[in-house]
């Protein structure tokens, strides 16, 4: 496979699980507008590769990502209107890109340590699996700089409920791994370095273990809940059901569990 | 009180409870067609039954629900098309099935031991009060199989939030009961089968404490949020609050508070 | 500022922040419809005043609120017609305060003691930050008096999940202020009077750290996802976000930042 060049990323695949690090360390990882312009187009540029089976995002050097890069802009240079429009798509294109690896076919994974705040927040809340090492800090401090949390509210929302978002914003409290997956923000909590790769390597094994193509049918059924209407969309889980268990995967993986072997998808796995 | 007769499944009244045993213990209680329409056509038949107050569904020998199964589907003697129909209609009445009990007008209650999976789970996740065995274990285990959690995915989403289904679906990690409740799968933990009989006879104890058409009315209600629209929703609850009020339940319960005595529906309640 | 008469309501203003205390407490602050209107008022009359940054809900002598109190409506002395419009009205102005105080522009906090019952549990369910005794008793006691958790009803499902609404609408079970902080009905758990108000004054004083019109955007944003389109949503958060940046406290709050000091409005505050 062939990526598009990266400047802000390093990118690794290895037996079928890409992984994205955001590399702007001196900014602890926050991000400008290149970084969310090729996070974009790395994760579109699998979108159809199945032999791709997760997506693990992670930052470099202990830190996740402390939000969006507003020095970045440049707005020194440019009349008034001009600045507006920037700082808008500056803003909007971050929006345009969660919505996109939210939708990701493949399990995305996110690896959080350090700051995990701002933008940073809003990505780390599309994950399918998030593990949180018990010294992260999450937080959403923009009302304290006169600033809001904009398209970062409601992936927010959708993670952890109304209630905590309220206050999470609202206050721009930070809480820690603990309390972050309390509060359902990540499912897993580590408490060392060496103890989040483990963990990682878990979840990366148990996904190596699923069949990619309902992996990515069950993805897109969990996300039309609330957005197709119920009966419509318990038709199109029919249709989908019906489709996976007559096709390859589905005719191969209840052939192995009768025949208790691996399926051929899980060939490399050591988990389960 | 006559119920239709039934294979798969064990029924029994006992003082306004009907308990709905699923019977294949063989296959630890996983659902075929026949089992899925008598649970459809035993819960329709008391949808006018205000003197069954509560349906408690739970599992024979040991096991809540295992899920399909498929093997029932005599797959073989058919073409392809009909192959493909009927598999369709299999996996389609059952979200059907799952949506009618989600609505029952009366109290919905799950005693969880065992295995919780697939179809299972869906069914556990729309109980009014679930009371997990800190033995059970809870799992989706389609995608490993090549196949997808097709008619559960909304209630699962319903019951656990968008955050751990996610995890739950696409890893198809084993949750045990503790587990279970910190996820918001089921309300109550226990740690013996004495414990769950009594937390069940808790549980009953405190429905027979309330009003049968106010516990419907507000089952309602709970179920059309997020569906009808937010004004016209309270409005339509303002019609049922004067309604019952006013009506024969809401001046029982009423006289009854002012007088110091249980009202006449709860009249062999021993919990409150 | 000048508010209007109350005679259900104590009033308070100190440095931005107006605590208004439900004041009946031979009824445990039951709400009648004259306390229901003066909330409404008062609540109304400073929507536009940013001087007030955040609005305490409290109640007098040791309950935050009972719930609705009945025996106000005078019954006796109507035809039948008027006596059902009386009521249906007496319910859903209640709605309509607790629809409009969800919305309020201040970050409303909620001090929970005692009795957080039927309607009072509805108020607390619509605060941004809810802190509660561990003694305080939260309960919908509707269905156990023959009535419904009619106008709350929406409110306590978007706080705490259907999950969990059903077992506390349909059961009538009492949580402990423990139990509720594990909900989600509250955020902060507090064991004695003096820790309740020393967590009180560190939520206002996080408050006053932030900038009052970005906080009134952020919580109009976290309001309308799953209301507004979700493409619809990021586009008028991006507008929101660009406004709030080149506006005053944009401006201000970013330079503070880059000098290290204090912007404008958290001047009083020593939090953070």
């Given at each position: 496979m062939i990526f598009p060049d990266c400047q802000e990323l390093l990118l690794d695949v290895d037996d079928g699980i890409l992984t994205i690090t955001l590399n702007r360390p001196h900014k602890r990882n926050a991000m400008n507008s290149r970084l969310v312009a090729e996070i974009m187009t790395v994760v579109e540029s699998v979108?159809?590769?199945?032999?791709?089976?997760a997506i693990v995002f992670r930052g470099a050097e202990g830190n996740f990502c402390s939000g969006g890069?507003?020095?970045?802009?440049?707005?020194?240079?440019?009349?008034d209107d001009l600045v507006a429009k920037a700082t808008w798509e500056f803003n909007r294109v971050f929006g345009r890109m969660v919505t996109t690896v939210n939708r990701a076919p493949q399990i995305i994974v996110a690896a959080l340590e350090g700051a995990v705040m701002g933008g940073g927040l809003g990505l780390a809340c599309i994950s399918d699996v998030a593990i949180a090492d018990e010294n992260a800090m999450f937080a959403m401090p923009e009302t304290g700089l006169g600033i809001i949390p904009a398209q970062i509210a409601p992936f927010v929302v959708a993670r952890i409920g109304l209630t905590h978002a309220r206050r999470l914003a609202l206050l721009g409290d930070r809480v820690d791994g603990e309390e972050a997956v309390r509060l359902g923000i990540a499912h897993f909590l580590t408490h060392s370095k060496e103890e989040l790769e483990a963990q990682l390597q878990k979840v990366t094994a148990r996904i190596r273990s699923r069949a990619p193509n309902a992996t990515a049918a069950t993805k897109r059924l969990l996300l039309d809940v609330g957005v197709v209407e119920h009966e419509a969309l318990l038709d199109a889980a029919a249709d989908a059901f019906t489709a996976a268990l007559r096709g390859e995967e589905g005719q191969e993986g209840t052939a192995a569990f009768v025949q208790k072997r691996k399926p051929c998808w899980a060939e490399s796995d050591d988990g389960e």
């Open positions: 979108q159809d590769e199945s032999s791709i089976r890069d507003i020095s970045g802009m440049n707005l020194e240079q440019a009349d």
